[in-house]
């Protein structure tokens, strides 16, 4: 059962990024400086996709949980990083015109983050069947696919694509 939950979590924790790519700092870092003022479409995906590849190493470093406190403890910490990834990427500013869109898009993003926590409670509570029921809601799952549908057609290439 543990080894169930553990492979539910890994598909909660599959918004954003890919550590596969090589890191591009051509248009990410200066999109990144320039902070909410307007910034080109191009740049804001350079700038975004950047944040999204560095947030998944970061998650990636997590490792593989085990137990129940393993759980919690990832959990835990995938949230953070994942607020942290959404909250920089919201610091970017938005291309002219394209602030709805973004706003819905990073609004269906952010469930994520809040199923985590509860995973992250219900772990350390030691409620194994919560921690199930949480990881495979099909409404956070549909939340999630619905945003990375829109991430692509929004044009981009690493923020919401599966992690593992």
């Given at each position: 059962?543990?080894?169930?939950?553990?492979?539910?979590?890994?598909?909660?924790?599959g918004g954003c990024g890919d550590s596969k790519k090589p890191?591009?700092?051509?248009?990410?870092?200066?999109?990144?400086?320039?902070?909410?003022?307007?910034?080109?479409?191009?740049?804001?995906?350079?700038?975004?996709?950047?944040?999204?590849?560095?947030?998944?190493?970061?998650?990636?470093?997590?490792?593989?949980?085990?137990?129940?406190?393993?759980?919690?403890?990832?959990?835990?910490?995938?949230?953070?990083?994942?607020?942290?990834?959404?909250?920089?990427?919201?610091?970017?500013?938005?291309?002219?015109?394209?602030?709805?869109?973004?706003?819905?898009?990073?609004?269906?993003?952010?469930?994520?983050?809040?199923?985590?926590?509860?995973?992250?409670?219900?772990?350390?509570?030691?409620?194994?069947?919560?921690?199930?029921?949480?990881?495979?809601?099909?409404?956070?799952g549909l939340a999630l696919d619905g945003a990375?549908?829109?991430?692509?057609?929004?044009?981009?290439?690493?923020?919401?694509?599966?992690?593992?």
């Amino acid at each position: 059962m543990l080894a169930l939950c553990a492979s539910t979590l890994a598909l909660v924790v599959g918004g954003c990024g890919d550590s596969k790519k090589p890191a591009s700092t051509t248009g990410a870092a200066a999109a990144a400086a320039a902070g909410p003022a307007a910034i080109s479409k191009a740049d804001w995906l350079a700038a975004a996709d950047q944040l999204c590849r560095e947030g998944r190493a970061e998650r990636d470093a997590l490792g593989e949980p085990r137990t129940l406190a393993d759980i919690a403890t990832f959990a835990s910490a995938a949230a953070a990083s994942l607020e942290r990834q959404y909250q920089a990427i919201r610091d970017l500013g938005t291309p002219q015109g394209d602030r709805r869109t973004l706003g819905k898009l990073i609004d269906r993003f952010d469930r994520e983050p809040k199923a985590l926590r509860l995973i992250a409670k219900a772990a350390a509570a030691g409620d194994l069947e919560m921690v199930d029921a949480t990881a495979i809601d099909p409404a956070i799952g549909l939340a999630l696919d619905g945003a990375a549908k829109d991430a692509a057609a929004y044009g981009l290439r690493v923020c919401g694509t599966p992690e593992r």
